[in-house]
């Protein structure tokens, strides 16, 4: 028994009853009774209510074929104080008096309160991002409010602006003067800069707005529509559009047609200056997602500056050289991204260029 009683670890020997027969020096300590005080009162004595249903299942399964058994408990020192506990219940050892069940209690009240402290600082983290989110998600609706007061603000006089150089124009007469004609035109090139600047902003904005639902959407349809509000832009030109069988998928009509119509308008842009523009609807399919590519045979693009088409107002191209806003593609960025698809750029100078989204086939609406 030198053994038992000088352990540093505190050991209990009980009957099946869970009464205490002996109880070592550390035992004595952690309970805060001395080992007299101890023998014959149940074990369950020193545990709280909680933590006695725990022991009696203890007890009846280490009366069984289950060698040691073990589970977590709250013990009471003789002082009122608690202890978070193991408590590892199993055949006596060797040499002692048959019948009896050895108790070991391994103090985890450390490691209890590190784990609930640990808790506690996730909780505290989760609420401050929370709060963090939501305050994120009110400026971020207050900047859109400012912005689009400022585009609808902006649109009244940059018309007014635009309709006083045409006015200009016909009051110089035709040719205009030579020391006033390039200035004029350059104004009237800035201004309807400008102009094509807030609509395409008021179209991301509403993009960013815009209530999506899922249902079945035929995309040859949609192409269908989008050459026709395309149809003033190839006017005088020869474009020759084709495209691959078309899928059916699930998604918002409205959203996939923004999509299509923004890389349409992208593809006519840049062929504008081939005797015949080509623009070809490719379409390859994953098991998971349908990759739904435009191509043309336009300006194409250096591959190194691909990170940069999709970010806002990331050109490749001098506006002197292409019109445009640098809006477009984040827009369909935007919108793909939140059916859960991605979208990026295949090209090379002068060779044209593929843009390609990729559409879940299951897509999940994201905010």
């Known amino acids: 028994m030198t053994?038992?009683?000088?352990?540093?670890?505190?050991?209990?020997?009980?009957?099946?009853?869970?009464?205490?027969?002996?109880?070592?020096?550390a035992a004595c300590t952690h309970l805060g009774h001395g080992a007299e005080a101890l023998r014959g009162r149940r074990f369950t004595r020193f545990l709280t209510p909680g933590s006695q249903g725990t022991f009696e299942w203890l007890l009846g399964q280490a009366g069984g074929?289950?060698?040691?058994?073990?589970?977590?408990?709250?013990?009471?020192?003789?002082?009122?104080?608690?202890?978070?506990v193991l408590l590892d219940l199993a055949a006596p050892a060797p040499g002692a008096a048959p019948g009896l069940?050895?108790?070991?209690?391994?103090?985890?009240?450390?490691?209890?309160?590190?784990?609930?402290?640990?808790?506690?600082?996730?909780?505290?983290?989760?609420?401050?991002?929370?709060?963090g989110a939501t305050h994120?998600?009110?400026?971020q609706q207050e900047l859109e409010g400012v912005?689009?007061?400022?585009?609808?603000?902006?649109?009244?006089?940059?018309?007014?602006?635009?309709?006083?150089?045409?006015?200009?124009?016909r009051a110089l007469g035709d040719p205009a003067p030579e020391e006033v004609a390039r200035p004029l035109l350059q104004s009237e090139r800035a201004v309807q800069q400008i102009i094509a600047l807030l609509a395409s902003v008021d179209r991301y904005l509403q993009m960013r707005r815009m209530r999506l639902g899922l249902r079945r959407v035929d995309l040859e349809r949609v192409l269908r529509e989008v050459l026709k509000h395309a149809q003033?832009?190839?006017?005088?030109?020869?474009v020759h559009v084709t495209h691959d069988p078309l899928p059916t998928v699930l998604g918002d009509s409205q959203a996939l047609f923004v999509m299509f119509d923004e890389y349409v308008a992208n593809a006519l842009?840049?062929?504008?200056?081939?005797?015949?523009?080509?623009?070809?609807?490719?379409?390859r399919e994953t098991e998971t997602e349908y990759h739904i590519g435009v191509e043309d045979n336009g300006t194409g693009f250096n591959m190194r500056h691909k990170d940069r088409l999709f970010h806002l107002f990331g050109r490749l191209h001098p506006s002197r050289s292409y019109e445009g806003t640098g809006v477009g593609l984040v827009t369909v960025r935007r919108l793909c991204g939140r059916f859960g698809g991605r979208v990026w750029a295949e090209g090379k100078p002068d060779q044209g260029a593929t843009f390609w989204f990729a559409w879940p086939k299951l897509p999940v609406i994201l905010e």
């Open 3 to 25: 053994l038992f009683s000088e352990a540093p670890v505190p050991y209990l020997l009980l009957n099946s009853q869970g009464r205490v027969q002996e109880a070592n020096a």
């Open 65 to 84: 074929t289950v060698p040691q058994v073990r589970a977590e408990g709250q013990l009471l020192h003789a002082d009122g104080t608690m202890l978070d």
């Open 101 to 131: 069940l050895r108790l070991i209690v391994t103090d985890i009240t450390p490691y209890k309160q590190a784990h609930r402290d640990l808790l506690d600082m996730t909780a505290s983290q989760d609420a401050r991002l929370q709060a």
């Open 136 to 139: 994120f998600r009110a400026a």
């Open 147 to 169: 912005v689009t007061v400022v585009v609808q603000q902006l649109q009244l006089p940059v018309a007014r602006a635009m309709n006083y150089l045409a006015l200009t124009r």
């Open 232 to 238: 003033p832009v190839m006017e005088g030109r020869h």
């Open 269 to 283: 842009k840049y062929t504008k200056g081939r005797e015949i523009a080509r623009v070809h609807v490719r379409v």
